[in-house]
């Protein structure tokens, strides 16, 4: 067997038995309503796409002129208006860095004066 024994109905009956205990008893049937609600859904959605398409080509042949292109009118008094001179990009400037921050130098004690130097 392909399945390794799975159509044995003995071992059918232990798998619905497993499962019988793992979800309980009230909630398969709450399971598989919401699974045929989901599948009435997806149904009932292929019917309005096909609907939709019959409509747009019910319409399409319908329509046997296609609308004529739109024009813009121009104003013949006006001056005509002349292209903006492309202008060249500013050169940068080299930007100076900024040295790192320095860190304060720790303050040096000042050499202590011996009183043997005062003696002298």
Do not use: C, W, Y
């Amino acid at each position: 067997m392909g399945l390794g024994g799975l159509g044995n109905p003995i071992v059918l009956l232990i798998l619905l038995l497993i499962i019988l205990l793992v979800f309980g008893r009230g909630r398969i049937p709450g399971l598989m309503g919401d699974m045929a609600k989901g599948i009435n859904a997806f149904r009932s959605g292929l019917r309005e796409g096909k609907e939709e398409e019959a409509e747009a080509a019910s319409t399409a042949t319908a329509a046997s002129e296609p609308e004529p292109a739109k024009t813009i009118e121009h104003d013949e008094t006006a001056e005509p208006v002349q292209p903006a001179a492309k202008k060249k990009p500013a050169a940068k400037k080299p930007v100076a860095k900024k040295p790192a921050a320095k860190k304060p130098a720790a303050k040096k004690a000042a050499p202590k004066k011996t009183t043997a130097s005062k003696a002298k």
